[in-house]
């Protein structure tokens, strides 16, 4: 009898990690239709498929530089199903990331979504911080490409000398987010803002060898 209640808790399990991501799609495509308001469900609602175009799998959100005119030197844009129809229930989002001359991503977390960065253009260094505070970093070159796993806190920096760009893959429709900084250290010109972003810059020139936990950003 305790065999079968712990096959059964362990099946049960199993089940639930299973169905712990986005929904697998039903049909070959399911445009989202952005003609309906007033329905709330798990995702979007799929065009009438007589309407369906090959307009839908296109997007050009990614295609223009972004303002970096700001205390971080940095702009993140993010497409995803509500704006690029194509990629309702195929469980993916998109990003453009512009890093200026020292710019600088503050620690961030997707729940929803592993993260894959194509560096573009430029040099960057790349991290993330694991459950046992240990942090992976790694300079990436124009071509590199880095993989972040969903849930986790992550950053990048301009380690370069010309702007950066960095485009990233979303395992999910709507990745969410995460920040430290707009939780803790808002409005993101306060001195504690200023101090972290510091720290990073100055860690970051010490290589990933030396950075062993995140004791090292805290402020």
């Avoid at 007589?50 to 990614?62: C, E, N, R, V, Y």
């Avoid at 702009?75 to 199903?81: G, K, N």
């Avoid at 704006?83 to 989002?93: I, P, Q, R, V, W």
Wanted: hydrophobic share 40%; proline share 4%.
């Amino acid at each position: 009898m305790i065999m079968k209640i712990s096959f059964l808790l362990a099946f049960s399990i199993y089940i639930c990690l299973c169905w712990a991501k986005d929904t697998d799609n039903l049909y070959d495509v399911c445009p989202t239709d952005t003609t309906r308001k007033n329905i709330f469900i798990n995702g979007f609602p799929c065009k009438n498929p007589a309407q369906i175009t090959a307009s839908d799998f296109k997007s050009s959100g990614l295609s223009k530089e972004g303002d970096t005119d700001n205390f971080q030197h940095s702009s993140t844009t993010l497409v995803t199903a509500a704006e690029f129809a194509g990629l309702n229930t195929l469980g993916l989002s998109v990003a453009r990331t512009d890093l200026d001359v020292d710019g600088v991503i503050m620690p961030h977390a997707h729940p929803r979504a592993s993260e894959m960065m194509f560096v573009g253009k430029g040099v960057v260094i790349a991290g993330f911080i694991d459950t046992k505070s240990q942090v992976f970093q790694k300079t990436l070159k124009q071509g590199d490409v880095f993989i972040v796993p969903r849930g986790l806190l992550h950053y990048n920096l301009n380690s370069g000398f010309e702007l950066a760009t960095v485009y990233s893959v979303l395992s999910s429709q709507n990745p969410g987010l995460l920040s430290i900084s707009d939780a803790m250290f808002a409005p993101v010109v306060s001195k504690p803002m200023r101090d972290l972003t510091k720290k990073l810059v100055s860690r970051s020139k010490f290589g990933s060898n030396q950075i062993k936990n995140v004791t090292s950003f805290r402020y």
